[in-house]
């Protein structure tokens, strides 16, 4: 039982389970295929009343339990072959949850999008003439602020690299972040594929691989919490006459937060407990072993605490984070402005958009597109602004920071790419999810 649970260990096995055989992929090794040749031979002399085969299918070894066609039930479920891997189903079943699961998207979003078309085509005429008469003075400061918002990200991102001793210059992780957005908010699974892209790409920079991961969770970390600073000072500012006792009170709370992270970061052991009970947690969900991948926690900490971000690190960073956001909240209330909307006010605006960014972590559609749109409407026309202004404010902003970003994103990549052609050959093909496996 151990040999198949370190094998496991080393070869991160996937399961497909049919009514009477279990299909186990191995990911190929040194000495892979040999061990699981002898573990077979072995489970076939304990386990006669059973068939065991081993196999190649593009390069990766199968074994194959198979029972005979009366006794189903003989399949070994409790063996550790089977926990080391996905939880198995059956073909039929998994097809069917996913067809229900397509199913059930699509009619929230043809519901989502049939009710927005019908709330807004008596102003979607004024919302058209709005836009093609813009404001000059706003229009110019809405695309400044989205724009150095994006650079305000990459510099988060290049500074928890520096953090742990890898310095890259501003522009290529300027190049980097608006290439890495477009894959997210325009691909399927963007999101997948934009984190695949932007750790293959640091780690081309010469960043270790716990290196690239401690930048990513720290940005998306410190991203997340000065995006709840925001919505809580929407919340205080929303009324006539802001609390200022729940405004001290709510900092303080970030600051304790901030300060018990930045103790957690400085106890190993701490961080080792939280991550082995977080994965046992996942194991048990998937039906693995409890074992399974707890080595390689303990590695991965190991390297993680040799990275030692200074205070100052820490701070930037955070200034960093909330800029990104604070910048791209301007580039909302000045598109408002550009196309002759009288506000939102600051509380407004701050509520709209928590509410839009809230709205765009359901994963509908690449963007959140229709999904932010009409989240960011309906609060702005809920706190008193016309419904035909708000669309037209709110589209244009949408304008600049999902398609004009995209596109500038998209020229980026294929520049990059041209790059990395001249130096180092053919240029690649255009991300997919397969090339991410």
Not at 270 to 282: D, K, N, T
Not at 302 to 328: H, M, Q, S, T, Y
């Amino acid at each position: 039982m151990c040999r198949w649970k370190q094998l496991g260990e080393r070869a991160t096995p996937t399961a497909r389970r049919t009514d009477r055989e279990l299909e186990v992929r191995f990911q190929p090794g040194p000495g892979v295929p040999e061990e699981l040749a002898a573990l077979a031979a072995a489970e076939a002399q304990c386990r006669a009343f059973v068939a065991w085969a081993i196999s190649l299918d593009g390069g990766q070894p199968v074994p194959r339990v198979t029972a005979s066609e009366d006794r189903p039930e003989d399949i070994p479920t409790e063996h550790p072959l089977a926990h080391l891997a996905e939880p198995a189903v059956t073909a039929g079943a998994h097809r069917v949850r996913n067809n229900w699961v397509r199913l059930i998207v699509g009619i929230v979003m043809v519901g989502v999008f049939g009710y927005e078309v019908q709330w807004l085509a008596p102003h979607i005429a004024q919302a058209g003439h709005a836009l093609g008469h813009p404001i000059w003075g706003w229009l110019a400061l809405a695309c400044w602020s989205e724009m150095s918002s994006m650079v305000f990200f990459a510099r988060l991102q290049r500074g928890m690299l520096r953090a742990g001793g890898v310095t890259v210059r501003l522009n290529r992780a300027v190049a980097l972040t608006f290439a890495a957005n477009a894959m997210s908010v325009s691909l399927p699974a963007g999101s997948v594929i934009s984190s695949g892209y932007t750790f293959r790409r640091m780690r081309s920079w010469g960043a270790s691989a716990p290196l690239v991961t401690f930048g990513l969770v720290t940005s998306a970390a410190m991203s997340t919490l000065a995006l709840g600073l925001i919505a809580i000072l929407g919340a205080t500012f929303a009324g006539e006459h802001p609390n200022s006792v729940i405004l001290i009170v709510e900092l303080a709370g970030a600051t304790v937060l901030a300060l018990l992270l930045r103790r957690l970061s400085h106890r190993p052991d701490l961080m080792l407990r939280v991550g082995q009970i977080s994965l046992g947690w996942a194991n048990r969900l998937r039906r693995r072993s409890l074992e399974t991948g707890q080595e390689r926690v303990r590695e991965l900490l190991e390297e993680l605490v040799l990275i030692k971000p200074r205070r100052r690190d820490w701070l930037r960073g955070f200034a960093f984070a909330a800029l990104n956001w604070i910048l791209d909240l301007v580039c909302l209330i000045a598109s408002c402005r550009a196309v002759g909307l009288h506000g939102p006010s600051l509380g407004l605006a701050l509520i709209a958009y928590a509410a839009g960014m809230a709205a765009s972590s359901v994963p509908l559609l690449p963007g959140g597109l229709g999904v932010v749109d009409g989240a960011l409407i309906l609060a702005l026309t809920r706190g008193g602004l016309a419904v035909g202004p708000s669309t037209a404010g709110v589209l244009l902003y949408r304008l600049i920071s999902f398609a004009l970003v995209a596109l500038i994103g998209w020229g980026t990549w294929l520049l990059i790419h041209r790059a990395d052609a001249r130096t180092r050959g053919p240029a690649e093909s255009p991300p997919t999810t397969d090339a991410l496996q």
